[in-house]
């Protein structure tokens, strides 16, 4: 892969003024080897396998880092699906695996590590609901594990009694960690459609169709995308604007690649993919949201946020796959509440609203991201309103998820702090319409027509 003099400059512009980083290094590690039904010994065997992996992934990283001069924010570790390495039926022995786990990545400086997976679409095992028995007390007692859960896909419908057991778990889980506002149900994400290298948190796991180990990158550029749109002007019809959007999410994968596959041919692994998902974080300027305000909208939320979110989504795609072979994971645009100053302004203003924020999730990469709700909220409406955003994932075949967080003792209008790249966000309205006869009902909503592609 050769850069030209031209397209070199151009991205040390766009490090230098538009806030371009690489927001995380992922390795993802196979632990498939690593099973046993002694949890002490399935524990070690994890961590040896961490460590032969990943002791000099921050080293590597570091100096690639410094080497091009692009900063890269975090550095992580997807695994394959705890529920699946775990061979045993006690929320005691999936305590002990993921502290040993948790422990090992702050030993090798490992921000997160992402593979407390359960994939209970069409229902659970005994493995699976020892392990969820056992998530609210992982969640509220390490630093650095993320769990996600997947509840429906297009192939297998939507799990109801998934949902609703989930309601109860982020509740638990918000209540075990009251003090810090809740933020255990910020490491949970709830999952139609997942795809299996997702180089993102909370949401990461290694799939069983991946390699033994590999790098995945993910890029995040909204600060580039919105100079590059306000050079272009107002005056440019929305097919200039979305041509902008592709040839500056181009220049940002080709930036990201080199960074991948120079990471991975020092560790001596494969690369995996480039995730070109536009993620922002509360700081100035690394906002997806001042996208949405550069192309035309007076704040995220406005009429037209859709139709805008849409053509953005699509734009940063198609100029992914024309800069790599190897994009993959989300790719698109993240609309996350807290971590997005733009759109913490919009809902604390009333703005964007809950229901207006599933409509947009309908066209972007993920779904309800880091929105505080009222901590009194029933698990039955916190269900429905998970099955609500299941329901857009598999009716349009695509990757949906959930990560809210029910702030205990806050109500609307109160805030939930977080820091970091987790930032804040005001408690956002929920319908107090019921729904609680729908969702006792259980069982599984059936997968759609479109289902029956063979």
């Known amino acids: 892969m050769k850069f030209t003099n031209e397209e070199i400059l151009e991205t ?5 003024e538009d806030k371009l980083d690489i927001r995380t290094v992922t390795l993802g590690i196979s632990i498939l080897d690593c099973s046993d039904p002694d949890p002490t010994a399935c524990a070690r065997k994890i961590r040896e396998k961490i460590l032969a992996k990943g002791a000099e992934l921050g080293q590597k990283t570091d ?3 410094d080497e091009y001069g692009l900063p890269i924010v975090n550095k992580r570790i997807s695994l394959t699906p705890i529920s699946l390495v775990v061979p045993i039926a006690n929320p005691a022995a999936f305590l002990e695996v993921a502290d040993a786990v948790d422990k090992t990545a702050a030993e090798i400086g490992v921000d997160f590590v992402g593979g407390y997976t359960a994939m209970i679409q069409k229902g659970q095992t005994a493995i699976d609901k020892s392990m969820l028995e056992a998530m609210p007390e992982v969640l509220a007692t390490t630093r650095r594990f993320c769990a996600s859960v997947v509840l429906a896909s297009t192939k297998a419908g939507i799990n109801m009694d998934g949902c609703f057991t989930m309601s109860w778990i982020m509740k ?3 209540q075990l960690t009251a003090a810090d506002d809740g933020i255990g149900c910020a490491k949970l994400v709830l999952f139609a459609n997942p795809v299996e290298d997702n180089p993102f948190m909370a949401g990461a796991y290694y799939g069983t169709g991946e390699n033994e180990s590999s790098i995945l990158v993910g890029v995040s550029g909204p ?7 306000e050079r272009l002007g107002p005056d440019a019809n929305l097919g200039e604007v979305a041509e902008t959007i592709k040839k500056t999410a181009f220049k940002i994968t080709r930036a990201g690649e080199l960074v991948g596959t120079k990471i991975a041919q020092h560790l001596g692994l494969s690369f995996g993919n480039l995730d070109l998902s536009l993620a922002p974080t509360p700081a100035k300027g690394d906002s997806v949201g001042q996208i949405l305000e550069t192309i035309g909208l007076a704040m995220p939320g406005a009429p037209g946020s859709t139709a805008a979110l849409m053509m953005l989504n699509d734009a940063v795609k198609k100029g992914g796959l024309f800069a790599s072979s190897s994009v993959g994971g989300l790719s698109g645009a993240f609309i996350p509440v807290s971590e997005d100053a733009s759109m913490i302004n919009a809902a604390k203003r009333g703005a964007i609203t809950l229901e207006k924020l599933e409509a947009m999730t309908s066209v972007c990469s993920v779904g309800l991201d880091m929105i505080a709700v009222p901590g009194d909220i029933s698990p039955e409406t ?15 075949n695509k990757t949906t998820a959930v990560r809210i967080i029910p702030a205990p003792g806050k109500d609307v209008g109160d805030f939930v702090h977080f820091g970091g790249l987790l930032g804040e ?11 609680d006869t729908f969702v006792r009902r259980g069982g599984r909503i059936p997968a759609p027509l479109q289902s029956l592609k063979n």
């Open 12 to 16: 040390v512009g766009m490090i230098a």
């Open 172 to 174: 638990d889980t918000a």
């Open 382 to 396: 916190l269900a429905a309103i998970i099955a609500d955003e299941m329901a857009i994932g598999c009716a349009n």
């Open 63 to 65: 100096f690639i880092s």
């Open 223 to 229: 600060g580039a995308v919105r100079r590059a749109l």
């Open 425 to 435: 966000a005001p408690v956002m309205a929920v319908s107090r319409v019921s729904a």
